[in-house]
C-alpha cells in the first residue's frame, strides 16, 4: 500500500510498480499533494540515451515515472521480441542515479533517484483481452495514425506504429502524466506520437529529446549490443551518411538528388552494412521532398547488418 506521502522511496531506488491499482493509488496522491508528474515511456535495457530522457524529465516535472515495457503489438511475428533484453534490475540500478544526478536535483521532496517510479505492468494488465503478435487474433481496441504510419519505418514494419500509438494511448491513460519524453533517435515515432496527441486530444504536453551517441557517432540504441565486434565500426555507416548529407545542407544544398548521393556513397563504401532505406521527408506531413523548403527535413534511414537492424536521423533546419 502506497501511503499519501510516499510519493518517492526512502532509498536510493525508484518505487516499483506493477500494478494498475498501485500506480493509480501513486498518482491520486501525487495530485493531492499538487505535484507534476513526467513520463518517459521505454522498453527497458536502458543507456544514456534514455537516461537523458529522464534528466529532461527531472528538470521540468517534481516527480518522474519511467515505464518499462516490452510492447508485443509493435513487434511482428519474425522479429525479436522474444530476444529483446529484458534487464530490470539493472535498469533500476541506473535510475537510482549517479551522485552527480543526485545534485541536480530539482525536487526538494525527491531522494536523488533519476525517477520516482519504475512502473513495469504485465501483459494481462495493458492487454485485458490478451495480446498476440499475430494481428489477425488481436482483440480490443487498438490505435492508428494514420498519414504518418505507413512510409519510411512502416515500409518495412506495417505493424509498428500501430503497436506504438496503442501502448502510448494506454500509458498516457494509466499514468496520466503532465509531460512526455521522447528521444529524437525515432524520428517517426515522435511526429507519429504529436499527431496522436493533437488528434486524441490527450492532456499531455511533448518535448523530443536530442539523440546521445558514442563517442564515434552511433547512436545509443539497446539494439547496439546484438553488434558483434567486427560489425561495431561499420556501424557507424549510417550517422556518416547523414553528417555528410547535413554538411552539405549547411554548405546551402538543398537537392535531394545530391543528397542523397553523398549518403548512399557512406553506406556503399562500408562492410557487412546493406541500405534498408534512406528518406529526405517533410518535418511534419512525412512526404518525400525533391527540394528542402523552408520547413525544413528529416533525413533518417536504416540499414541492416548481419546482427542488427539500426536506424538513425538528422533534422535540417527544422525541430520535431
Ligand atoms: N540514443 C538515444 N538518444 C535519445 N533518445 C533515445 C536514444 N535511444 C532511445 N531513445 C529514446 O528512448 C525511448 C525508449 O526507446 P527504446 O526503449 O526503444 O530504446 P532504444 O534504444 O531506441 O531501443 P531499440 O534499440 O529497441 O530501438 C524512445 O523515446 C527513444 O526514442
Ligand atoms: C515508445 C515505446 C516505449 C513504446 O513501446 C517504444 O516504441 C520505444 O521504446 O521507442
Ligand atoms: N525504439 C523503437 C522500439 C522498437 O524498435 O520496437
Request: aromatic fraction near 4%; hydrophobic fraction near 40%.
Amino acid at each position: 500500500m502506497l501511503g499519501a506521502t510516499n510519493l518517492s522511496d526512502d532509498s536510493r531506488a525508484p518505487l516499483l510498480i506493477h500494478s494498475v491499482a498501485d500506480l493509480r493509488r501513486w498518482r491520486r496522491n501525487a495530485l493531492m499533494a499538487g505535484k507534476t508528474v513526467g513520463m518517459v515511456p521505454t522498453m527497458g535495457a536502458l543507456h544514456d540515451g534514455h537516461l537523458n530522457l529522464v534528466r529532461r524529465a527531472r528538470t521540468s516535472c517534481d516527480l518522474v515515472v519511467v515505464c518499462i515495457y516490452v510492447n508485443p503489438s509493435q513487434f511482428a511475428p519474425h522479429e525479436d521480441l522474444d530476444q529483446y533484453p529484458r534487464t530490470l534490475q539493472q535498469d533500476i540500478a541506473l535510475l537510482g542515479g549517479s551522485a552527480k544526478d543526485a545534485a541536480r536535483q530539482t525536487d526538494a521532496s525527491a531522494t536523488g533517484c533519476l525517477a520516482d517510479v519504475v512502473f513495469a505492468p504485465s501483459n494481462e494488465s495493458v492487454y485485458p483481452d490478451g495480446i498476440t503478435t499475430v494481428r489477425k487474433d488481436q482483440r480490443g481496441a487498438f490505435v492508428e495514425v494514420l498519414g504518418l504510419s505507413h512510409q519510411m519505418e512502416g515500409v518495412t514494419r506495417p505493424h509498428f506504429f500501430r503497436g506504438v500509438a496503442t501502448i502510448v494511448t494506454k500509458l498516457i491513460n494509466l499514468v496520466q502524466p503532465d509531460r512526455v519524453f521522447f528521444g529524437q533517435k525515432d524520428a517517426q515515432q515522435c511526429v507519429v506520437v504529436r499527431s496522436l496527441i493533437r488528434n486524441l486530444c490527450l492532456p499531455v504536453e511533448m518535448t523530443v529529446v536530442e539523440t546521445t551517441r558514442e563517442q564515434d557517432g552511433l547512436a545509443m540504441s539497446s539494439r547496439n549490443r546484438y553488434l558483434t565486434a567486427e560489425e561495431r565500426q561499420p556501424a557507424i555507416a549510417l550517422y556518416k551518411a547523414l553528417r555528410r548529407a547535413q554538411t552539405a545542407y549547411l554548405e546551402g544544398e538543398r537537392r535531394r538528388s545530391a543528397l542523397m548521393e553523398l549518403a548512399n556513397a557512406e553506406i556503399s563504401a562500408a562492410p557487412n552494412v546493406s541500405l534498408e532505406y534512406l528518406s529526405l521527408a517533410h518535418p511534419r506531413t512525412l512526404d518525400e521532398l525533391d527540394n528542402i523548403g523552408e520547413d525544413g527535413a528529416i533525413i533518417s534511414g536504416a540499414i541492416r547488418m548481419p546482427s542488427a537492424r539500426l536506424i538513425d536521423n538528422l533534422l535540417l533546419g527544422c525541430e520535431l
